[in-house]
C-alpha cells in the first residue's frame, strides 16, 4: 500500500484493498459488538423481514426512518444513527433523520467538498468504514463534536435508487465497532429506504 493511503473496506468481500478508506482496527483492541454479531442467519433474515413489513405498513416518512433506526440497532449497533438526503447537483447533504436531533438537528446541510471521501460513498456508491478517531477527524469537518459524544468509529451506507446516490445512512459508535458484515446488512436495510428518499427529494424540489 503505498505510504499515506488508507485501506478501503469493501462491502461485497468484506476484505481491505488500497484505495480510500480507513485501516483496519488497532491490532490487539477487540471489536465492541452489538447483537447482530452473534445473530444466525436466521434470524437476521427474520428481523430484516419484519423490517420490509413493519416499512409497508409505516404511515409517514419518520416511521419509515424510525424503523431503519430500530432495526440497525438490533443487527448492527449504533449511538448515533442519521439518514441524509443527497442533491448530486448541488453537491449537498440534508439531513432528514437523526437520534440525536439535539446535537444534529433535522434539516442541518452540509455541502460535501471534493475529496476521497465524497468519490468513494457518494460517487462510486461504496460503504465506508471508519474504526477510530482518526479515520473520523478524516473524514468529517465536525470531528471534535462527534468524538465529543464518544463517536469513534462510523458506517456510511450510500442509499441507491435506480442507480443513482440519492442519500446516506450513517451509524457511528465506538472505536473499531464496525465489521465488514455490518456493511452488507447496512446496505439491505439502506435498499429498503431508496424509494422512499427518492420520492421525498421529488417532492422537496
Not at 68 to 89: C, K, P
Request: hydrophobic share 40%; proline share 6%.
Amino acid at each position: 500500500m503505498e505510504p499515506g493511503k488508507r485501506a478501503v473496506c469493501s462491502p461485497s468481500i468484506g476484505t481491505l484493498k488500497p484505495g480510500v478508506s480507513s485501516p483496519a482496527p488497532t491490532p490487539g483492541v477487540p471489536a465492541p459488538r452489538g447483537v447482530g454479531d452473534v445473530m444466525t442467519a436466521d434470524k437476521t433474515a427474520h428481523v430484516l423481514d419484519n423490517f420490509a413489513e413493519t416499512l409497508s405498513n409505516a404511515p409517514d416518512l419518520h416511521g419509515v426512518f424510525t424503523a431503519a433506526e430500530a432495526v440497525a440497532q438490533t443487527l448492527i449497533g449504533h449511538r448515533l444513527f442519521t439518514i441524509m438526503r443527497f442533491d448530486a447537483a448541488r453537491m449537498v447533504v440534508e439531513r432528514v433523520h437523526s437520534s440525536n436531533p439535539e446535537a444534529y438537528p433535522i434539516g442541518g446541510r452540509k455541502p460535501k467538498r471534493d475529496s476521497e471521501w465524497r468519490r468513494h460513498v457518494l460517487e462510486e456508491g461504496k460503504v465506508f468504514i471508519g474504526h477510530n478517531s482518526d479515520d473520523i477527524r478524516w473524514v468529517f469537518d465536525d470531528s471534535e463534536l462527534i468524538l465529543g459524544l464518544g463517536l469513534h468509529a462510523v458506517l456510511n451506507v450510500p442509499i441507491k435508487s435506480a442507480g443513482r446516490i440519492v442519500g446516506t445512512m450513517n451509524l457511528l459508535d465506538r472505536t473499531a465497532h464496525y465489521r465488514a458484515r455490518d456493511a452488507e446488512i447496512g446496505a439491505v436495510i439502506a435498499a429498503q429506504l431508496a424509494d422512499v428518499l427518492d420520492v421525498s427529494a421529488s417532492a422537496s424540489d
